[in-house]
Every structure is written in C-alpha cells, then in structure tokens.
C-alpha cells in the first residue's frame, strides 16, 4: 500500500474532504488547506514530509500555475499536480511547462487520481533517495573524512583545500594506494561542481587503442563496428570533474589531444569534423615523476606543465606512520561489520608491527592485510601479530630495535639513523650508502642485520 504525505489546497471543502478520504484509504496522510497562504504555510511546516502538492487552479488568493514556483521553494522534493473545473490543451501545456507533474480535469476523475498521484509520489521518493545518496557520497568524500592524525596528511590536506574552489587543473604525485583517487574526489566535492558528475578513468585499465575512443567518442562509421555515435567520458563529465589516473600512461597522440582540452575546453572525436565543446575540470594522478618523463621525451613537455599548475604530493603510507593506528581502527571496525563478526581491535604487539612495516602498496595494502586477518581471526579477540602475513614475521630485530624510542644503545640508534635515511630516499641504497659514508654492500648488510630490508619473493 502507498505511503507518504500529500497536501491538497481547494477551496471547495465537499470537494477537499472527498480526495482526501479517497487518498487516506490508499494509505496516504493527507493535509488540507483551503486557499494559497494557508496552503504555503502547511508546507513549509511539512516540507520534509509531503510528496505531492495537489492543488485547485483557481483559488481565492491565487492561480496555480503562478503559485508553482512557490511550492517548489518551500518544497523542492516535492511534486505538484493542479486541478481545475474547465480543462484545455493550452491549460494544461502552462501548467507542464512551469513544472507541474500533471494537469486534470475535476470530475468523475477519482481512479486517475490515485495513479497520477502514487506516480508524482514515487518521482519525489526517487528524488529524496538520490539525493539522500549525493548527501551521503558527499560526506564520504569530504577533507574531514580522511582518516589519518599525522602532519604529511594535514599539510596535504590543506593544499588541496585551497586548490578545490577553483577550476585550475590539479596534478596528484605519489605512488599506487596512497589515496590520490580519495583526493581528487574531495577536490570536487568541495567545489563548486560537486553536484555534476565526477568520472574517474584509470588510463592503465584500458588496452591503448581503445582509450581513445572511450575518452573522446566517437561518430557512426569511423571504424569499423562503430555503429551508433558514442559519448565519450569527456562529455559525461560535463560541467563536472574528469579525474584521469596513472596519467603517464596516455600514448603521446592522445596527450596532444588532451593538451587541446585544457587550452580550449574543446575536442574533435573520431570520425568527426567538428569540435565538441566541454565545460570540465581535470584532476590527474600519476605515480611516476612526470618531468623527468617529459625530459626523457616519453611524456609532452607542454602537457606536462598544463597539468602540473598546481601539484600536490601524496605521501605513502610509510612517511605517516602515525595514520597507521586510526586507519587499522576503521579497516577492522569494516570488515567486522562485512563479516558479521565482533573483533575488538589489535593487540599491542600487531600494532607496532604495522606501524613499523614499510607498506610499499600503501593504504590500500594495509586494507588487504586487515581483510585477511579479520577473516582468519577468532571473534571476541583481540587482532593479534599471528593473523599477520609471513613478512610481517621476516623482520623481527627491526620491530625490537625500532619500537622502543628509549633505547639508546648504539645499535638502536645506527639502525633508527638507516631506517631514517632509507625513507627519505625512497629506498635508494646506492643514494642511502654515498650518504651514510659506508659501501653499498656494508649497508646490504646492515639491513639485513637489523632486519630493514624487504624480503624478496
């Protein structure tokens, strides 16, 4: 049975009493106003509530058709049907074009009523559900919901607030899983075109003669099995954010095409002889060093530069190790809910092992590890170090001599010093050796022996 709030305002009360007793028995509440202004006020006390507006043309203090605009500020959601006594073609196209959902003729009309009523209640149901889910994408994706404590992710974080209200184009560095896609969705959900589509392309999950096409369209006959003309995912994003990630992956034909958008808003797709217009915003990621590519001559120099006006590094997992702690919190609270199972949290000792592992796939590999180990874990326990995978194991001397800031024994601190080193050079031995002053294979050594270096296989 249908249910919902409906609103009728007429001013003929028989008539008022009578739709609303034939709506209630549908299941429908039902509130009645007998002119404009008492009409008005209802609504806006029930705005959240009332589906469809069913109201009289003619009333005592105003016309339907001129009152719908009314109706739709107090009530967006809402959809609005009008009644009149003498209905004509012209009537009703005024009506239809000023917004209303349908226009009918007072009379024996009762069984068309229910119908187009329970359909203009099930738009605005759809309506709210669409909205309700924009809402909830929109917090999902928000800056304040990036989960993290450190001041890398803080510092990031700042930058890209300060990027996201304009439209200047935004390059996002940093290697795979780090949350360069989690970025760009917030760039545009703080923007000004948050409400029109976000595309998200990933240029490495296309084989490289079809990118084009998917990116561009393309026109009936420009090749063969090209049957119907295609829209191309510039054109679904516009108004909106084109996200294009692992960017460096484009063929250098297609970056001159890309150059020719953001220089012109505008593209030629294939098969066709003229330009397409587009109103978009390009956010990029990429996890290679994109001007060392253009200076090696596998990426556009001049693309390069229009994409990076504004650069924002995301830095991986393992130069944050105090977003460990939060992140595991909420992977594990996830997978518990997914799994229907109650795990408490982690133990001391998987914790520091977490923190204390070099996470080369980053944030999402934490999340991979953290499924697993909630599936093989006991509920009602606490997650403990054995549920971890073997490499978590292979480093037992780094955990010891790294976790405990108060040692001060030579050895903690020459290893705390390499550790220190080999971060900041991303993983450099060559580079980390010249800058410690020993041999590259004193310092394999040292790795080893303080359990720092990443088991191979």
């Keep these: 049975m249908p249910t919902g709030t409906l609103l009728i305002i007429d001013d003929e009360a028989r008539l008022r009493q009578l739709l609303a007793r034939v709506l209630e028995l549908e ?6 106003a007998p002119d404009a202004t008492r009409g008005l006020e209802t609504l806006e006390q029930h705005a959240a509530d009332v589906l469809v507006v069913i109201s009289d043309v003619k009333l005592p203090d105003g016309h339907g058709v001129d009152l719908i605009p009314r109706f739709r500020a107090k009530a967006p959601e809402a959809e609005i049907v009008l009644l009149t006594a003498f209905g004509t073609i012209p009537d009703g196209v005024q009506a239809m074009k000023a917004g209303a959902f349908d226009y009918l003729t007072k009379g024996d009309f009762e069984q068309q009523l229910i119908v187009v009523v329970e359909r203009a209640a099930e738009k605005a149901r759809l309506r709210r559900r669409v909205l309700e889910l924009e809402r909830r994408v929109g917090q999902q994706y928000r800056f304040e919901s990036m989960i993290g404590e450190s001041g890398e992710l803080r510092r990031v974080q700042q930058l890209a607030r300060q990027v996201a209200p304009t439209d200047s184009t935004v390059l996002l560095e940093g290697p795979t899983g780090s949350g360069k896609e989690l970025f760009a969705q917030a760039i545009h959900q703080a923007s000004e075109r948050k409400l029109k589509p976000f595309v998200a392309v ?3 999950a296309f084989p490289k003669d079809l990118l084009e096409s998917e990116l561009f369209g393309y026109k009936k006959g420009a090749f063969t099995g090209a049957l119907t003309d295609k829209k191309g995912l510039l054109e679904e994003a516009n108004g909106g954010t ?9 063929e250098l034909n297609v970056q001159a095409k890309f150059l020719r958008v953001l220089e012109t808003q505008s593209f030629t797709k294939l098969g066709d002889t003229k330009p397409t ?12 060093n994109l001007k060392q590519e253009a200076a090696e001559g596998r990426f556009r120099p001049d693309l390069y530069y229009r994409l990076s006006v504004f650069t924002i590094g995301v830095p991986p997992l393992k130069a944050r190790p105090a977003d460990v702690a939060p992140l595991a919190d909420y992977f594990l609270q996830y997978f518990a809910a997914k799994l229907q199972k109650r795990l408490p949290g982690l133990d001391a000792d998987c914790l520091r092992l977490l923190q204390h592992y070099d996470w080369p796939g980053n944030v999402r590999e934490l999340k991979n590890v953290l499924e697993r180990a909630a599936i093989l874990a006991p509920a009602d326990q606490p997650l403990t170090a054995d549920f971890l995978p073997d490499e978590f194991h292979a480093r037992p001397r780094a955990a010891g001599l790294l976790a405990n800031p108060d040692d001060e024994s030579l050895r903690a601190l020459e290893a705390r010093h390499i550790q220190r080193i080999m971060l900041n050079l991303a993983g450099n031995k060559p580079e980390a050796a010249k800058r410690l002053g020993i041999g590259l294979t004193t310092l394999y050594r040292k790795l080893q022996e303080y359990g720092l270096e990443q088991p191979h296989g």
Excluded: H, K, M, P
């Design 27 to 32: 299941g429908y509440t039902v509130l009645q």
């Design 202 to 204: 990933n240029c490495s």
């Design 242 to 250: 084109l996200f294009l990630d692992e960017i460096g992956e484009l």
């Design 277 to 288: 217009s587009v109103n978009v915003r390009l956010v990029a990621a990429t996890n290679r």
